[in-house]
Nanobody, 121 residues
């Protein structure tokens, strides 16, 4: 029920905004997170946001460059990515949890299909 979109090819230093929408009626009942997975690597936590948007949490690798936000009226969570680096290249996934900040994959109940982000040097 979760579908990530907005990925693409961008040059280093550029920006992208990912979206993750759901048709479910319980979106506002979940904390939301973004993860990414590069080829040959484990899926890693990027950012999370509480159901009311009162708190956010970021991995050190993206702190200050990425911003997570959500619009409960639109059942959508966003990831604004600025100052992109080649090492940000990965498939990005959104997920729903009830355990903020939810830095571990196992804490998430629902996962969306990923969207590819490629950053060229």
């Amino acid at each position: 029920q979760l579908q990530a979109s907005g990925g693409g090819l961008v040059q280093a230093g550029g920006s992208l905004r990912l979206s993750c929408a759901t048709s479910g009626r319980t979106f506002s009942s979940y904390d939301m997170g973004w993860f990414r997975q590069a080829p040959g690597k484990e899926r890693e936590f990027i950012a999370s946001i509480t159901r009311s948007s009162s708190r956010t949490y970021y991995a050190d690798s993206v702190q200050g460059r990425f911003t997570i936000s959500r619009d409960n009226a639109k059942n959508t969570v966003y990831l604004q990515m600025n100052s992109l680096k080649p090492e940000d290249t990965a498939v990005y996934y959104c997920a729903a949890s009830t355990l903020f900040p939810g830095t571990r994959v196992t804490l998430y109940d629902y996962w969306g299909r990923g969207t590819q982000v490629t950053v060229s040097s």
